[in-house]
């Protein structure tokens, strides 16, 4: 008598072999959330996935390297590339994507201090979601606070900056997503942000120009209905070289 034999497999053992990424991506589309290259998808992240996620990475990054014609078994400059970029991407050039916002302590304004705040330069490093060639540049930010507003210490204003730009920018969206969580943050009746930066994407490649910079700027609230204030503010600002 034959006997019928029936495999069945356990559904961890599926789970195991999902790359970690489309465990992430189900998650993300199964909320209806976007997830751009700009957009900070931390809340999708479970723990120890951020590793596994770099050894996914690095595997990519092989075949990378293999399509290019490099020789990583016998070239001792690149025998670790593929490794060394997962960890730039995923801890460091791209990690505003993968980490919760920093912790911002908020105090109330028990002064009442209602006059104009300026904080720059603060230097800020990204890469252009169009090449992934750095950005560098500096942020000014000014703030006009009311009776309600919070108060948040310098050293965060740069902290955010970095969050922000630690993801595949384009620096008119970099700026406008800076002043969202500024705004978020401290509710002041005014804010205004001035970005210069150079980009690598027209320096290193392309045209190949090395001196142009792009420059733009957000500004809210009372820094758009007064001229004077918006005009002290640019005044302010020490942009030379």
Same mark, same amino acid.
């Given at each position: 008598?034959? @006997? ?12 195991? !072999? ?63 590339? &593929?490794?060394?970029? &997962? ?8 990690? !505003? ?5 920093? =912790? ?12 104009? @705040? ?8 990204? &890469? ?9 540049? %500096? ?12 108060? /948040? !210490?310098?050293?965060?204003? =740069?902290?955010?900056?970095?969050? #922000?730009?630690?993801?595949? +920018?384009? +620096?008119?969206?970099? #700026?406008? +997503? ?11 009746? !005014?804010?205004? /942000?001035? @970005?210069? &930066? ?9 045209? %190949? ?15 758009? %209905? ?16």
């Amino acid at each position: 008598m034959l @006997m019928k034999t029936c495999n069945t497999m356990n559904p961890s053992d599926v789970d195991e !072999g999902t790359p970690v990424s489309v465990k992430i991506r189900e998650r993300v589309m199964a909320a209806r959330k976007r997830f751009n290259a700009n957009d900070n998808i931390a809340d999708f992240i479970e723990p120890g996935e951020l590793e596994k996620l770099l050894d996914e990475v690095e595997e990519k990054m092989k075949g990378v390297l293999s399509s290019l014609v490099i020789d990583t078994d016998r070239d001792h400059n690149t025998d670790n590339t &593929a490794r060394r970029v &997962a960890k730039m991407y995923v801890n460091e050039v791209f990690r !505003g994507r993968y980490v919760q916002a920093p =912790a911002i302590t908020e105090f109330p304004n028990a002064e009442h201090l209602n006059e104009l @705040m300026i904080v720059g330069p603060i230097t800020v490093r990204s &890469a252009c979601s169009h090449h992934f060639c750095p950005v560098i540049g %500096k942020i000014w930010i000014g703030v006009l606070p009311n009776e309600h507003t919070n108060v /948040i !210490g310098l050293s965060k204003y =740069a902290r955010l900056a970095e969050w #922000v730009m630690g993801r595949p +920018q384009i +620096q008119e969206e970099a #700026v406008v +997503q800076l002043a969202d969580l500024i705004q978020e943050k401290t509710q002041p009746d !005014g804010l205004a /942000i001035v @970005m210069e &930066a150079s980009h690598y994407c027209m320096a290193w490649r392309g045209v %190949k120009d090395m001196d142009s910079k792009m420059i733009n700027s957000v500004m809210r609230g009372v820094f758009l %209905k007064d001229s004077n204030l918006r005009r002290e503010f640019l005044s302010l600002i020490p942009r030379k070289g």
